[in-house]
């Protein structure tokens, strides 16, 4: 098992930053890829970003590619999510997860944390 602790979320006007931390606890952390999700309301929960096991490779969806960076401190067990730019649009309760299988939006991702809401204020 592992368990997932989202925080950093809150609310900002659009154009500024926040950072997100999910702080992992139970099997090695290290040893897993680690995604970013949100849900928006009355819509599906959406892939966000992920990040590999070292850190040394990532993907983003394209409406966050160039203002949202993922990062990971496995030393800390810690993903971050540094968002940047921050649009109205991109309110939602986000989440982190852990990749089971395959890569990006199409992998399998389970033992999901409880979300760190964030909203963007116009």
């Known amino acids: 098992q592992v368990q997932l602790v989202e925080s950093g979320g809150g609310l900002v006007q659009a154009g500024g930053s926040l950072r997100l931390s999910c702080a992992a606890s139970?099997?090695?952390?290290?040893?897993?890829?680690m995604g970013w999700f949100r849900q928006a309301p009355g819509k599906e929960r959406e892939f966000v970003a992920c990040i590999s096991w070292r850190g040394s490779s990532t993907d983003y969806a394209g409406s966050v590619k160039g203002r949202f960076t993922i990062s990971r401190d496995n030393a800390e067990n810690t993903v971050y999510l540094e968002m940047n730019s921050l649009k109205p649009d991109d309110t939602a309760v986000y989440y982190c997860?852990?990749?089971?299988?395959?890569w990006g939006s199409g992998g399998k991702y389970d033992y999901w944390g409880q979300g760190t809401q964030v909203t963007v204020s116009s």
């Open positions: 997860a852990v990749q089971i299988t395959g």
């Open positions: 139970g099997r090695t952390f290290s040893n897993y890829a």
